[in-house]
Nanobody, 120 residues
Framework: QVQLVESGGGLVQPGGSLRLSCAAS????????MGWYRQAPGKQRELVAT???????NYADSVKGRFTISRDNAKNTVYLQMNSLRPEDTAVYYC??????????????WGQGTQVTVSS
């Protein structure tokens, strides 16, 4: 079974930084879409930053200029560098990986989530 394990979350003050990591293991195929989503209490899960199956990056407008997604294909790992954090960034952050053909997701996986709390 494929596992995605997030790490790097925690408590940080406004204006601070965190770096999230997501390591995939047990994959029987290569993912062509990987990224980060987040969910705050009472809200829907939303896209934060992704590598699309077409090789592009997508960022939520609210994080553009502050967050950077990167990856290490050799380690099958994706990262999220978060700078200038705001209280509204507080959420559980989830790693996502998928095999996408056209608009169809053949298979996808979610990590268990890591809590990010931005508070004074």
């Amino acid at each position: 079974q494929v596992q995605l394990v997030e790490s790097g979350g925690g408590l940080v003050q406004p204006g601070g930084s965190l770096r999230l990591s997501c390591a995939a293991s047990g994959s029987r195929f290569s993912f062509n879409a990987m990224g980060w989503y987040r969910q705050a209490p009472g809200k829907q899960r939303e896209l934060v930053a992704t590598f699309t199956s077409g090789g592009n990056t997508n960022y939520a407008d609210s994080v553009k200029g502050r967050f950077t997604i990167s990856r290490d294909n050799a380690k099958n790992t994706v990262y999220l560098q978060m700078n200038s954090l705001r209280p509204e960034d507080t959420a559980v952050y989830y790693c996502h990986a998928g095999l996408v053909v056209g608009i169809t997701t053949i298979q996808d996986y979610w990590g268990q989530g890591t809590q990010v709390t931005v508070s004074s």
